[in-house]
């Protein structure tokens, strides 16, 4: 991804500071011998100075290199940074979006990082409650994008699934005055800013927050398995679908338990569990046949047994003999059956 060696221009450019800012600099950043970041309290103490001392030394030193000959000296290697966040990310990245684009050495990541802090073109927004470390070279294109994002969550329910497609196309819609300039991959990365959306397991975007995306346990990992499904699927198929997906073990037993304790399924048949969302009510038979003859009124014995097949895997039998209990329904003269009263 880039033709330069970070930790070799670092070396070069914390050459021109005194040994104090020169070593401040690589513990904050992480660029010394020890790759580890240091934290300006941690600094204080092994100099006996104050956090804000050491942040007047770091931004002193940052200073001095960027006054410095050797910094005009590597002008081309901030162009190559800069070229390389535009066609990434067309001007804007998630910071660790980009750190992890350009190379897989965490130690590399810092020296990049540190070069992003010199550069003159970069600027970096800090993370908030909606958005994470982002790096642009354009803030007219960052404000549009995250103003895209935010009308992309607002257009979510709270706990609805779309796919990626869906996602992109919501997405381009917010951002229909500059979308045609860039890819989809570009798109794909500038998604990635967000903390209020994100992707399950599956691939299907929705709020960050909601189980559906989050997926913590057995009752989350069995709703996006029976949603995939498409249709009701008996207890046992559900853990057995989980363990292939997800490769995690779920015990048939602790699948029913959990299937059982969420509002999110109900059971439609022996051992057959659909989604509520599928319009599907909770209860008996004689439950469902209840709520049908309140919402629709008197209907025929051929008519009931059609809807409630469509919310139970019953035999049309079962249905017959529930239809009997006299405390509940009774059969008018033509037939038809309703509620008792």
């Known amino acids: 991804m880039i033709t330069f ?7 070069k450019l914390l050459s021109v500071l005194p040994d104090r800012a020169r070593d401040v600099l690589e513990k904050r950043y992480g660029i010394g011998k020890d790759s580890g970041k240091t934290t300006l309290e941690a600094i204080g103490q092994t100099y006996g100075i104050t956090r804000e001392r050491v942040r007047q030394i770091e931004n002193y030193g940052i200073a001095q290199i960027q006054k410095s000959d050797v910094y005009e000296e590597f002008q081309p290697i901030f162009d190559e940074l800069h070229a390389a966040i535009e066609e990434l990310g067309g001007g804007l990245l998630a910071e660790q979006t980009l750190l992890e684009e350009i190379t897989d050495d965490e130690s590399l990541r810092h020296h990049i990082y540190f070069l992003l802090v010199l550069g003159d073109p970069f600027y970096r927004s800090k993370e908030n409650t909606n958005y994470a470390h ?6 007219k294109i960052a404000d549009l994008v995250e103003k895209g994002l935010r009308s ?12 990626e497609e869906e996602i992109l196309n919501r997405f381009r819609n917010e951002l229909i005055d500059i979308a045609d300039k860039y890819d989809e991959q570009i798109l794909k990365r500038w998604l990635m800013i967000s903390k209020d ?3 399950n397991p599956l691939g299907e975007w929705g709020h960050a927050s909601s189980p559906n995306v989050r997926v913590k346990g057995i009752r989350d990992y069995a709703y996006l398995v029976v949603k995939r499904h498409g249709s009701p699927m008996h207890f046992r198929e559900v853990a057995e679908e989980i363990e292939k997906l997800f490769e995690r073990k779920a015990h048939t037993a602790t699948t029913h338990n959990e299937l059982i304790k ?6 439609v048949g022996r051992g057959l569990y659909a989604l509520t969302e599928w319009g599907y009510s909770a ?3 004689k439950d469902v046949l209840r709520d049908i003859l309140e919402q629709s009124g008197p209907m025929s014995r051929e008519e009931i047994i059609d809807k409630v097949r469509k919310e139970r895997y019953v035999k049309d039998n079962t249905i017959v003999v529930n239809l009997q209990d006299t405390n509940l329904f009774k059969r008018l003269s ?8």
Do not use: C, H, M
């Open 334 to 341: 033509n037939g038809t059956y309703t509620l008792a009263e």
């Open 5 to 11: 060696k970070p930790k070799q221009v670092s070396k």
């Open 152 to 163: 992309v969550y607002k257009s979510l329910d709270r706990d609805e699934l779309v796919s």
């Open 283 to 285: 209860g008996v038979v």
């Open 197 to 199: 959306i994100d992707r």
């Open 134 to 139: 982002r790096w642009y070279t354009e803030k």
């Open 262 to 267: 969420d509002d999110r399924f109900v059971l």
